[in-house]
């Protein structure tokens, strides 16, 4: 079945930077585009960033267009997100998954806080 492990989350002060990694397994990964999503408490799931299948296309929310970069390594079956520059703002459990927010069964999610 699809297994979806994401990490590298944690607390960073304003300014700083995290790379966040998504590992699957189960799923032809590279068949796919793959997207990052986040949910801060008492907010609705957002579309973080998108990148196609290849890699050679990413889309990102306004929010995030010039600090965080989305890439992918189809020989680990790894989805990567580089944050930097970060903001209070961008508190939220930040969770990998298809081009559509309910492709593959969720995983658990990284938790990222921002805070000083």
């Known amino acids: 079945q699809v297994q979806l492990v994401e990490s590298g989350g944690g607390l960073v002060q304003p300014g700083g930077s995290l790379q966040l990694s998504c590992a699957a397994s189960?799923?032809?990964?590279?068949?796919?585009?793959m997207g990052w999503y986040r949910q801060a408490p008492g907010k609705q799931r957002e579309s973080v960033a998108t990148i196609t299948k290849g890699g050679r296309t990413a889309i990102y929310a306004d929010s995030v267009k010039g600090r965080f970069t989305i890439s992918r390594d189809d020989a680990k079956n790894t989805l990567y997100l580089q944050m930097n520059s970060l903001k209070p703002e961008d508190t939220a459990i930040y969770c990998c998954?298809?081009?559509?927010?309910?492709?593959?069964?969720w995983g658990q999610g990284t938790q990222v806080t921002v805070s000083s």
């Open positions: 998954n298809g081009p559509t927010a309910t492709m593959f069964p």
């Open positions: 189960g799923v032809a990964f590279s068949f796919y585009a």
